[in-house]
Each structure stands twice: as C-alpha cells, then as structure tokens.
C-alpha cells in the first residue's frame, strides 16, 4: 500500500497511524508494569503466558487483558499511588523538621518545668522564629 505524501488525507492517515502506535506503546507498558511490578497474585507462568500473547496478537490480547484484568489492574495502580504519596507526604515532613510552632511549644514546657530559665527559652524561641 503506497501513501499519497502530496494530499492532507496521506498526512492525515499518517498522523492517526503515529498516534495509534504511540498509544499501543503506552497501553502495553502499563500492562507490563502491572504484570511484572504490581500484580504480586498472578503466577510467573500466567504472566510469560500473557507475555506471549502480546508478542504473538498484541492489539487483541492489550483489548482482552484491558477487559479481563481493567479493574484490578485501576486497584492496583490506585493503591501504587497512594503509597508512593505517603512516601512523598513522609519525607517532606522528615525533611521539613518540625514547625516553629511546635518548638516553642516544647521550650515553653521546659520553662514551666523548671528544665530551662527564661534567657534560654527567649534564645529558644528566637532561633525558632528566626
């Protein structure tokens, strides 16, 4: 089959077939990242099976796993994010240290227990703050 290159229809096909191809790309990646790094349930054996089948009828086993396996797959990957945000939300609260807030708070304890004198809580305080 030769494409007319002159004609917008020949750019036009060319450009729906770019697309395609780059949206299969991105459709079997996401299978395989959830074969091989999310789904921990699946057995090697099925998961080289779907490997096969995707080498062998990739357009039609990415629309059978798609449809099979779509909603455990939106799970897994829901699950994947919510973990990798806590991780995020964990170091940003170890990174950040804690508030001024909190530690004028503990110094003011201190001073109410008798730990510390009032100089020590005003230097305590003034790093806090400053």
Same mark, same amino acid.
């Given at each position: 089959?030769?494409?007319?290159?002159? #004609?917008?229809?020949?750019?036009?096909?060319?450009?729906?077939?770019?697309?395609?191809?780059?949206?299969?790309?991105? +459709?079997?990646?996401?299978?395989?990242?959830?074969?091989?790094? =999310?789904? $921990?349930?699946?057995?090697?054996?099925?998961? &080289? +099976?779907?490997?096969? *089948?995707?080498? @062998?009828?990739?357009?039609?086993?990415?629309?059978?796993?798609? @449809?099979? =396996?779509?909603? #455990?797959?939106?799970? =897994?990957?829901?699950?994947?994010?919510?973990?990798?945000?806590?991780?995020?939300?964990?170091?940003?609260?170890? &990174?950040?240290? =804690?508030?001024?807030?909190?530690?004028? &708070?503990?110094?003011?304890?201190?001073?109410?227990? #008798?730990?510390?004198? $009032? &100089?020590? *809580?005003?230097?305590?305080?003034?790093?806090?703050?400053?």
């Amino acid at each position: 089959m030769e494409i007319d290159w002159q #004609g917008v229809g020949g750019l036009l096909w060319y450009t729906l077939m770019v697309f395609a191809f780059f949206a299969y790309l991105i +459709i079997l990646f996401q299978i395989l990242t959830d074969l091989f790094w =999310r789904d $921990h349930k699946t057995s090697g054996w099925l998961k &080289a +099976i779907w490997v096969i *089948f995707l080498l @062998v009828f990739p357009f039609l086993t990415a629309l059978v796993y798609l @449809v099979a =396996r779509g909603k #455990g797959m939106a799970e =897994r990957a829901k699950t994947a994010a919510d973990a990798a945000q806590q991780q995020a939300d964990d170091y940003i609260r170890q &990174a950040a240290g =804690r508030s001024p807030a909190q530690e004028i &708070a503990d110094a003011k304890a201190l001073l109410e227990s #008798g730990t510390i004198t $009032h &100089a020590e *809580f005003d230097a305590l305080k003034a790093k806090a703050l400053g």
